[in-house]
């Protein structure tokens, strides 16, 4: 039975999604506040999840490619502003060190809330020839954005990230450049954190303040809203021509570079959390779990228990990531502990267990139990890790289809965001001034015109003239 008062740690859901969501990045040891507002401190346990991601997207980075480099922290104000619509656009989210020691600087330094400034200026110094090229860089790095509305993962000062940059003879190039990226972050999104993701791009409003254009993943929350898992960017010309990043080409004539740039932070464990989370807290997809399997020994206290969970520790170790709680608690802690943080698989044994070469696996996902003869342990568990992780995405992907509305008309398009969030389908003209009336009038954003449109009708939602493009809009995180 459940300990009294253990899950009422933790909102509803429906009741309060904020407040759920802060509870459990909180109460399953993700983070902590520390004493700077919108800073969070990432715990073991959170880091953990980070670290099973990092080193999944490297490994993806490096196969098609790139390198790892580092840059510095601090961009001189003179260099930040050599792009004009680069600076505008991240100004309001600028952090400035003005004094080093006691002494005030002679020029301005910013903490890098991104990185194509720094970027530029070294390729201008080491491309000179087509043979130069590409250039197929990557950091992981932090950087530091002042928003004014924080929460844990999802919008904070500081955050943990990678980003790309690259550079390419020719326009054709960068673009295959900025698709592949995007479809890695796809890969991961979806194959190891189990999110599904609608690939599109960006409107020109929404798009990365220097870019030419953004192609994005966006996903969908438990609540209906939207997320902007990653993004990828391609740069064209822009800051080549800025920075005088040139080389000789194959005719021996000079030309600017074409640029890109592409970035995944740690705000997709917010996502993972806010699509797969339940009201017992955190539910992980298998494959980024620290912790797969969690062993909990039932009266450790009789002969040849404890003793028996360790044995067993050992065998799923050969084929999970696996840890045993053999703490003091009592079992129904032990139990919602694991679900608090979100374990994969519950493996229960005990003297009655023991005595029938048996053990118990309880699913996070589903809650479904399952006997198991302990000869089948590794297969099993082996075999419910997969299917853990297949029915996580299907679940997902049932969700962002059930929460998705197709519309024709602006008064459709009002009513399917009366009562609840969802995603909607509709058509659109191309103009800034019905994109900004949508968002002014319903709360939704734009969040990208995909890959494969669709031919709802021929007039725009919001308009009726003639309409150019099909848009994902959205009420967004």
């Not at 080491?126 to 924080?150: C, F, G």
């Not at 009366?418 to 319903?442: F, L, P, V």
Request: proline share 4%; with cysteine; glycine share 6%.
């Amino acid at each position: 039975m459940m300990p009294k008062g253990f899950v009422e740690k933790i909102t509803d859901m429906d009741v309060d999604f904020a407040k759920w969501y802060t509870d459990v990045v909180t109460k399953a040891e993700l983070v902590d506040y520390s004493s700077v507002r919108g800073s969070m401190i990432i715990r073991p346990y959170g880091y953990k999840i980070w670290e099973h991601i990092k080193d999944q997207l490297d490994r993806k980075i490096k196969e098609t490619g790139h390198e790892n480099v580092y840059m510095p922290l601090f961009i001189p104000e003179s260099l930040l502003q050599v792009e004009k619509d680069h600076i505008e656009g991240f100004a309001p989210e600028v952090a400035w060190v003005t004094h080093g020691g006691e002494e005030k600087l002679q020029e301005r330094l910013c903490v890098r809330p991104t990185s194509e400034v720094l970027f530029a200026e070294h390729y201008r110094n080491i491309i000179h020839s087509y043979r130069d090229l590409p250039k197929l860089y990557n950091q992981w790095a932090n950087v530091v954005r002042w928003e004014k509305t924080t929460r844990p993962f999802l919008r904070t000062l500081e955050f943990l990230w990678q980003e790309g940059h690259t550079c390419h003879e020719t326009e054709q190039e960068a673009i295959e450049e900025t698709e592949k990226m995007l479809n890695v972050y796809a890969t991961i999104c979806e194959e190891l954190l189990a999110i599904p993701v609608i690939r599109g791009r960006k409107t020109e409003k929404e798009k990365f303040a220097g870019a030419t254009f953004t192609y994005t993943i966006e996903s969908l929350m438990h609540d209906g809203k939207a997320l902007q898992a990653a993004t990828s960017h391609f740069l064209g010309d822009r800051f080549a021509e800025a920075f005088s990043i040139t080389f000789l080409n194959r005719e021996g004539r000079e030309q600017h570079v074409q640029q890109t740039s592409w970035g995944f932070t740690t705000r997709i464990i917010g996502a993972m959390i806010m699509v797969h989370g339940d009201n017992r807290g955190l539910v992980l997809p298998p494959n980024v779990a620290p912790t797969q399997v969690m062993i909990v020994p039932i009266a450790q206290h009789k002969e040849g228990v404890l003793d028996h969970a360790y044995g067993l520790k050992e065998r799923v170790k050969t084929v999970a990531r696996v840890d045993i709680d053999a703490s003091d608690k009592q079992p129904g802690w032990k139990f919602n502990e694991s679900e608090m943080k979100g374990i994969p698989i519950r493996l229960e044994v005990g003297p009655k267990d023991m005595e029938q070469d048996q053990v118990i696996l309880v699913r996070r996902d589903t809650g479904e139990k399952v006997l198991v003869a302990i000869s089948e342990v590794e297969q099993k568990i082996t075999e419910l890790l997969v299917e853990i992780q297949k029915n996580m995405y299907k679940k997902a992907y049932t969700r962002l289809r059930e929460k998705t509305s197709i519309v024709q008309t602006f008064e459709e398009f009002q009513s399917a965001l009366q009562n609840e969030n969802r995603i909607i389908k509709a058509m659109w003209c191309g103009n800034r001034e019905c994109e900004d009336y949508i968002k002014e009038e319903t709360g939704a954003t734009s969040r990208c015109i995909p890959f494969e449109e669709e031919d709802i009708s021929s007039t725009c939602v919001c308009c009726k003239k003639n309409a150019k493009h099909m848009v994902y809009w959205a009420k967004a995180y």
